[in-house]
T-cell receptor, first 117, second 118 residues
């Protein structure tokens, strides 16, 4: 079973539409971290946000917002008024503690977002 | 500006060849990672290292080995390349816990190395 499930393989929207990318995770740890990364067509993954398991506050950064709900093990990402530059593959990741004390991330399979002009 | 540099963006090798993929980071990070990225499969962890000369297997270590002789450098080795190792390889680094203050625990990625094995 996947630890991080991004059920949407590809989403296609028209510019200015709102879009939500879903992420469902699975863990037995009480302390863990959740991340979102963006991979634009150029290829390099870029960090967007981190949430720890004790902080369920939603967060907004400009047109981006994140909704973390432990009750449903979900960490969803919403882009408001999407733009062509938002076209990318978005990855959700779960970091759990491994031996040596490091947190090691497991990634979902990614959601490809295509924003049409 | 923080940087993770992978030695080659594109490589073409023949089946059976030994392949070295090099990765260098300039952020004094303890952790370094090698992932492979394939369409529809996302990023899968091959190996990671949390200190010099220390390594741990990830989810798909078969057919690969790694070397970390210096803190800033983490190498991925394909002893005998096979066609099913054709993929995009991503190197990343991060700080270790505690994740507090300015340390978010995020991974910093290189641009990737696209390997084709013929």
């Amino acid at each position: 079973a996947q630890k991080v499930t991004q059920a949407q393989t590809e989403i296609s929207v028209v510019e200015k539409e709102d879009v939500t990318l879903d992420c469902v995770y699975e863990t037995r740890d009480t302390t863990y971290y959740l991340f979102w990364y963006k991979q634009p067509p150029s290829g390099e993954l870029v960090f967007l946000i981190r949430r720890n398991s004790f902080d369920e506050q939603n967060e907004i950064s400009g047109r981006y917002s994140w909704n973390f709900q432990k009750s449903t093990s979900s960490f969803n990402f919403t882009i408001t008024a999407s733009q062509v530059v938002d076209s990318a593959v978005y990855f959700c990741a779960l970091s759990e503690i491994w031996s040596g004390g490091s947190y090691i991330p497991t990634f979902g399979r990614g959601t490809s977002l295509i924003v049409h002009p | 500006d923080v940087k993770v540099t992978q030695s080659s963006r594109y490589l073409v090798k023949r089946t059976g060849e030994k392949v070295f993929l090099e990765c260098v980071q300039d952020m004094d990070h303890e952790n370094m990672f090698w992932y492979r990225q394939d369409p529809g499969l996302g990023l899968r962890l091959i190996y990671f290292s949390y200190d010099v000369k220390m390594k741990e297997k990830g989810d798909i270590p078969e057919g690969y080995s790694v070397s970390r002789e210096k803190k800033e450098r983490f190498s991925l080795i394909l002893e005998s390349a096979s066609t099913n190792q054709t993929s995009m390889y991503l190197c990343a680094s991060s700080f270790s816990p505690p994740l507090a203050g300015g340390n978010t625990g995020e991974l910093f990625f290189g641009e990737g190395s696209r390997l084709t094995v013929l």
